[in-house]
Nanobody, 126 residues
Framework: QVQLVESGGGSVQSGGSLRLSCAVSGVTFSDHALGWFRQAPGKEREGVACIIGSGGGTAYGDSVKGRFTISRDNAKNTVYLQMNSLKPEDTAMYYC???????????????????WGQGTHVTVSS
């Protein structure tokens, strides 16, 4: 059974930082790229960042480039999202997901992400 458990969400003021974690079990973690996505009320789910299996390649959504950093620890089966300089528009539910490929990833939530976590909520106040 594949499980993804996100943590680290919460409330923060504009300009602050949060670090999200996603612990993955039930798959060979290092064989898969991973992604972080977010969904705000009334909006479509959007890709935030993704990272390939080795950790040697990443991609970021335009709205978070230069502020967010995705990383992974294959020994701990965990993927992280460091979020700095947070803005009110970053307020959303954040989800991690397991991609079907090792050497590539996608920021499209409608692509080959086979497993999803339940999400962790981030609120940024002005």
């Amino acid at each position: 059974q594949v499980q993804l458990v996100e943590s680290g969400g919460g409330s923060v003021q504009s300009g602050g930082s949060l670090r999200l974690s996603c612990a993955v079990s039930g798959v060979t973690f290092s064989d898969h790229a991973l992604g972080w996505f977010r969904q705000a009320p009334g909006k479509e789910r959007e890709g935030v960042a993704c990272i390939i299996g080795s950790g040697g390649g990443t991609a970021y959504g335009d709205s978070v480039k230069g502020r967010f950093t995705i990383s992974r620890d294959n020994a701990k089966n965990t993927v992280y999202l460091q979020m700095n300089s947070l803005k009110p528009e970053d307020t959303a539910m954040y989800y991690c997901a397991v991609y079907s490929s090792y050497g590539s990833c996608s920021l499209s939530p409608n692509s080959r992400y086979n497993y999803w976590g339940q999400g962790t909520h981030v609120t940024v106040s002005s």
